[in-house]
């Protein structure tokens, strides 16, 4: 039997910042480019990815329930695109395992599928996971979780999407150098949006 893929897939600012010092993203769009206003190709490369999955990881109690709070907003807002309605439908019906000491069971109860991990637990659930019969696992942001699952030598592909944005200060992407080598396996530009993606398989270290 194959082992499931386990995939993290983050935007990236060109200096290498995941959010801002207030743990958001908004402010790092201030300075975007007139030219790429509107363009969603990350959208469409978040979408393809997540059709490939049937599990989704979250963590953190603040990042999660703002994911779903946000994506289940998107299923009813009528001027959401058609591409991010997608995702938002998509989002809904898989299989979502949230990983925090935080949250309670309570908190998840407007929002199907989704289970609570605690952290002391998710190397060895993730694990058990991967060894299922199944499609992907997918983490979409969720650093420090997918930052520990790749120190553990659970992630099998990391894809980085470079934004044209300059952060200027922030949280970095990496928390600390884990112990991989990385191979490039595909690189993609999207000129409407600047947008350019890196794909690398994650390996141990020799």
Not at 66 to 72: F, I, P, V
Request: aromatic share 8%.
């Amino acid at each position: 039997m194959t082992e499931r893929s386990l995939t993290v897939c983050n935007f990236v600012t060109v200096d290498g910042r995941y959010e801002d010092d207030d743990h958001d993203i908004a402010s790092f769009f201030t300075h975007q480019h007139p030219d790429y206003a509107g363009a969603d190709d990350f959208d469409h490369y978040a979408t393809s990815l997540l059709r490939r999955s049937d599990v989704v990881l979250l963590s953190g109690k603040r990042s999660t329930l703002g994911n779903l709070g946000y994506w289940t907003s998107v299923l009813d807002d009528p001027d959401a695109t058609d591409i991010r309605s997608q995702f938002a439908q998509l989002f809904r019906d898989v299989s979502k395992v949230v990983v925090s000491d935080t949250i309670t069971a309570e908190d998840l109860l407007p929002y199907a599928n989704a289970r609570i991990v605690r952290r002391a637990d998710a190397r060895a659930e993730v694990a058990r996971l991967k060894a299922e019969e199944g499609l992907g696992i997918l983490v979409l942001l969720g650093r420090i979780l997918w930052n520990d699952l790749m120190s553990a030598g659970l992630v099998d592909e990391l894809h980085l999407v470079t934004f044209p944005l300059i952060a200027g200060s922030g949280v970095p992407l990496f928390d600390r150098r884990p112990e991989v080598a990385l191979k490039l396996l595909e690189t993609q530009t999207w000129i409407a949006s600047g947008n350019v993606l890196m794909r690398w398989r994650v390996d141990p270290v020799a």
